[in-house]
């Protein structure tokens, strides 16, 4: 499973972006997306997704 970034309550901070170590978040168009085929939920390096943690909005990065 792999996260999501919920549109409508996302800020464009960027902030995830920077913070996602496997380069899972990008910017299309006018949001923040996340490729499922990259994410790895921050699993094998953390104990806890990056993105959910830097994120100032909360319940914006979650489960997809």
Known sequence: MAF?????QCTQCGACEFECPSGAISFKTDRFVVDPKI???CRIEFDAPKCRAICPMPNTCVPA
């Open 4 to 8: 999501k970034i919920i549109a409508s």
């Open 39 to 41: 994410c790895t939920e």
